[in-house]
């Protein structure tokens, strides 16, 4: 089984990113399980353009590692910072650049990166716009980590033992529920009946 990290914040270094990577140091424990992790710091993907569905060489050169990697995934882990109450734009914007083919009938995870006690808005955004035509399935757990700064850190020091303690346990279960459903949905793909050229775009 193999797990994508999608880490959607654009700074360098980020909370996102120290979050997703104990994403992926936790799933690396586990046995069977592969991991892929992927940075959107210094906003590695331009902006969308319609010259993507013209079989643009420049847009396959740069996607088709990134395409590689997502098509052998069988579930995904997106982490969003809140920004303005909002998702930050290259996360909506890899959303754009890739399609059914890669990211289509997967579970993935959502979790939400808060400095403060925010980090709901990002969850309903994520739920609301980013799943339509590329199909991705978030299943119903999320998790948001709250007061993000305080959490999660390699020094054991930087951390409010309760909170960090609450959060590693429900990252631990949730990440157990996501390779559930990653373990369940992988006949489905394999059944070939789920993409269609016809409908190829969500109503």
Not at 10 to 28: F, G
Not at 47 to 60: M, P
Not at 75 to 98: R, T
Not at 154 to 169: G, I, T, W
Request: proline share 5%; aromatic share 10%.
């Amino acid at each position: 089984m193999k797990i994508t990290i999608i880490s959607g914040s654009h700074r360098n270094p980020s909370q996102s990113e120290k979050v997703a990577r104990h994403i992926e140091k936790a799933l690396r424990q586990e046995q069977g399980v592969d991991t892929w992790l992927y940075a959107l710091a210094d906003n590695p993907l331009p902006l969308w353009d319609q010259t993507i569905w013209e079989d643009d060489q420049q847009w396959k050169d740069l996607l088709a590692p990134i395409r590689e990697q997502l098509e052998s995934s069988d579930g995904f882990v997106i982490v969003s910072p809140e920004w303005h109450g909002q998702v930050p734009s290259g996360l909506k914007n890899f959303f754009l650049l890739f399609n059914r083919f890669e990211l289509g009938h997967k579970p993935a995870l959502i979790v939400a990166v808060s400095s403060a006690d925010g980090g709901a808005y990002p969850v309903a955004e994520l739920r609301m716009s980013s799943y339509k035509n590329n199909r991705i399935c978030y299943i119903p757990e999320q998790v948001i980590v709250r007061n993000v700064e305080g959490v999660l850190n390699d020094n054991a020091e930087d951390n409010n033992q309760e909170a960090d303690s609450y959060f590693r346990e429900r990252i631990s279960w949730s990440l157990e529920i996501l390779k559930a459903y990653a373990g369940a949905m992988k006949p489905m793909r394999e059944s070939g009946q789920l993409h269609h050229n016809k409908f190829g775009n969500g109503m």
